[in-house]
């Protein structure tokens, strides 16, 4: 018989395998399951906003006027799809389908801004998508602004007579993400949404399995000791969770044109980190039910659900109300995800961000603990 | 195919005496909350034996079996089995037992030979010798040609020896079963018994709970467990000879119900029981018996077909001992 330090892994790794391969359907949801989503979230959950569909009202008709409203066809985010030819037919406009924004320039624009004076134009916003409405709004005021200091620059140059260099040149540039596509932002979230099923839901219907079925007795009986069980039934899972983890990247990659721009070596670490805490949240949570229903009941609220919604996936944490803030704090996948954009978008290094590799160390390490000394009492 | 035996790691397992016994239960107690399951019970299992652990449901016999496996630990008192402390050297209990239960315990998403691999796997059976013990197992199971088929498709007294196989790969020096042939036929029951005999006659130690009385008159000793407490232990013989002092009648009449009723009332009558469409009086030894139960019964208009002294069956024994430890139990709460 086995004894000291050797581990007697083997048998149970081999089995796991044997059990997950003969299952078509676990095999399939684990492989496949990745891509899929990848596919859904990533051309669904679009937040980019372009080609906003614009109606313009030009009171003013003048070459100021029609300079400041060609400030926003230049870029894509903005469509005209209407151009009014008076105040009546705004109304109703915004209550179909076909206009998002109405431009108002009003008659006085032009002889305010030749005068030097103030002016309005009217911007008048469906705010029934309130997140896309506020995008629109933030791209709206930024033309606005920039065209305001053009404007300024130029009365200064008429008063001054002489050339002004603009004292602020206010070039917006988006690092990391400069297209601003939600794909690249989304394929990091993935990741640790996916891994967070694979892992917590399979190995906590692994371990309530053998107990329903009465096997997890004799391997009580047999001479194998916990952390043998424990390693032995994980390591499957973090070889497949690997797998689904480079298919992801692998999508994400020819979908999304993501690519990982920091060391694949730190993202490999901080992605087994990770996954020992949802092994060990897994195995918590098979020492804590009895049946598989319950298991998986169980599994899906305290993993998946949290990863989606608390963990900054969709829902950017900073827009919680305070109180929810204070509960992401408690979520691993709000750290795993804080470093996957760090090395994936970034390429930054451990430097940038030590303190989610730190907390997710601890995340793993207390739960490891945690679900082996309830799993060792139970097997005792 | 030779039975290898542990024995020679006995010294770590204490007394010299000890060594004839495999398996000694010392005040052995569990308690689940408010419930004694089991009630400092002591027995000893000698070395090669059949031990048979019979007593109702809920009588404690899987609360003990599961204790002297490690699947739980003991409230109060100790277990010796293979030398071993059940609490203290529960690492070496395990490599030398064999365990069994009614549930089979098999994967049956994965087929005979994927089954025998895991658990001889996980007992670190490897190489040439699992290759060897898996032969065995198929031969002795009659599994040859299914190897590759899954367990789900085997019927029940195929899988049960399977399972009875898989529980022996490491050739463990004794085996527990647990209730083995529960739902399982009769014939597949007895072909089951066989293969305990066989194991039995190569010196494995096999401790069995059943409530299957046939299958208690196959042990070599019987201990009684009711209530958490063992009543009675010895062989078959013996624990009949606890009924000398009665006379066991079976009785075929008509209405046996309210018959039976009559002589229970009788000062002479210690037990009556139902079987069948007859049933068994046990009385005081006295030469007229018969003709007595015959007047009774006539005085009320039930008509004796036969009246027969028996030779008392296991079930005659242990439903008498069972009476007598509840009236002893409400003579004890009534004093």
């Given at each position: 018989m086995k004894k000291g330090?050797?581990?007697?892994i083997l048998p149970i790794v081999h089995k796991e395998f044997r059990q997950i391969i003969r299952d078509k359907r676990i095999l399939g949801i684990l492989l496949f399951l990745p891509a899929a989503m990848l596919l859904m979230f990533g051309y669904a959950l679009n937040f980019d906003v372009k080609n906003t569909s614009m109606a313009v009202y030009?009171?003013?008709?003048s070459s100021d006027s029609r300079d400041f409203i060609q400030q926003f066809f230049?870029?894509?985010?903005?469509?005209?799809?209407r151009t009014l030819s008076?105040?009546?037919?705004?109304?109703?406009?915004?209550?179909?389908?076909?206009?998002r924004v109405v431009l108002v320039v009003p008659s006085e624009f032009s002889k305010d801004i030749q005068q030097g004076k103030s002016t309005n134009v009217q911007i008048i916003v469906d705010g029934a998508n309130s997140n896309a409405a506020a995008t629109v709004l933030g791209y709206i005021n930024a033309i606005i602004q920039q065209y305001s200091l053009k404007v300024m620059a130029e009365s200064f140059m008429r008063i001054g007579g002489r050339q002004v260099t603009m004292p602020i040149d206010f070039q917006p540039r988006v690092w990391y993400n400069p297209e601003l596509k939600s794909a690249k932002f989304l394929v990091p979230g993935l990741i640790a949404f996916i891994l967070m099923i694979t892992t917590v839901i399979s190995t906590a219907l692994a371990v309530v399995r053998e107990r329903e079925l009465g096997t997890m007795e004799q391997i009580m009986v047999s001479p194998i000791r916990p952390i043998e069980l424990i390693l032995g039934k994980t390591i499957p899972y973090v070889v497949i969770s690997l797998f689904a983890t480079i298919t992801i990247l692998l999508f994400g990659y020819i979908?999304?044109?993501?690519?990982?721009?920091?060391s694949i070596f730190l993202l490999s670490v901080i992605t087994l980190i990770f996954l020992f805490g949802g092994l060990g949240l897994g195995m918590l949570i098979s020492t804590i039910v009895e049946t598989q229903q319950l298991a998986f009941m169980v599994a899906v609220i305290v993993s998946m659900l949290p990863t989606f919604i608390?963990?900054?996936?969709?829902?950017?944490?900073?827009?919680?109300p305070v109180f929810i803030q204070v509960i992401t704090?408690?979520?691993?996948a709000r750290y795993f995800l804080s470093a996957l954009r760090a090395v994936i978008?970034?390429?930054?290094?451990?430097?940038?961000f030590w303190d989610d590799a730190i907390f997710l160390t601890i995340y793993a390490a207390v739960m490891i603990v945690v679900s082996s000394l309830r799993m060792r009492k139970f097997l005792a | 195919m030779k039975l290898q035996f542990?024995?020679?790691?006995?010294?770590?397992?204490?007394?010299?005496?000890?060594?004839?016994?495999a398996v000694i239960a010392d005040q052995l107690t569990k308690i689940f909350g408010n419930f004694?399951?089991?009630?400092h019970i002591n027995f000893k299992v000698k070395r090669g034996e059949v031990f048979g652990f019979l007593g109702p449901n809920g009588a404690g016999k899987s609360t003990t079996i599961r204790m002297l496996c490690g699947l739980l630990v003991p409230t109060e008192g100790t277990a010796k089995v293979d030398g071993f402390?059940?609490?203290?050297?529960s690492d070496d209990v395990k490599a030398r037992i064999g365990y069994m239960s009614q549930?089979?315990?098999?994967?049956?998403?994965?087929?005979v030979e994927q089954n025998i691999d895991f658990y001889g796997g996980i007992y670190g059976l490897e190489g040439r010798r699992l290759a060897e013990r898996k032969r065995w197992v198929i031969e002795m199971a009659g599994l040859s040609g299914k190897?590759?088929?899954?367990?789900?498709?085997?019927s029940g007294g195929w899988r049960q020896r399977l399972a009875l196989g898989c529980s022996v790969l490491h050739e463990p020096p004794i085996l527990f079963l647990d209730e083995?042939?529960?739902?399982?036929?009769p014939v597949s029951r007895r072909s089951f018994w066989d293969l305990i005999y066989d194991l039995s006659n190569r010196g494995v130690t096999v401790f069995v709970t059943t409530h299957y009385m046939d299958e208690a008159e196959h042990c070599n000793t019987i201990g009684l467990i009711y209530n958490g407490r063992l009543i009675a232990a010895g062989s078959p013989t013996e624990l009949k000879q606890n009924l000398n002092r009665y006379s066991i009648y079976e009785v075929h009449c008509t209405q046996p119900v309210d018959a039976m009723e009559l002589l229970k009332i009788?000062?002479?009558?210690a037990e009556t029981s139902i079987f069948g469409s007859a049933f068994h009086v046990s009385t005081l030894?006295?030469?007229?018996t018969p003709k007595k139960i015959d007047q009774i019964l006539a005085r009320n208009r039930i008509a004796a077909r036969k009246i027969e002294k028996i030779i008392p069956s296991l079930e005659d024994v242990f439903i008498h001992m069972i009476a007598e430890e509840d009236a002893r139990k409400t003579g004890d709460t009534g004093v």
């Open positions: 330090i050797s581990l007697n030009d009171e003013d008709q230049t870029s894509d985010y903005f469509l005209k799809v008076s105040k009546a037919e705004i109304n109703n406009l915004l209550d179909g389908e076909h206009v979908l999304f044109d993501v690519s990982i721009k920091g608390l963990s900054g996936f969709v829902f950017p944490i900073r827009n919680m704090y408690i979520i691993p978008l970034k390429g930054a290094g451990l430097s940038a | 542990a024995n020679k790691d006995l010294q770590s397992g204490g007394r010299e005496a000890d060594r004839n016994y004694v399951a089991v009630n402390d059940i609490a203290g050297q549930r089979f315990s098999l994967y049956e998403d994965l087929t190897e590759q088929m899954p367990a789900h498709a085997l083995p042939t529960g739902g399982v036929d009788q000062p002479w009558t030894n006295e030469p007229d």
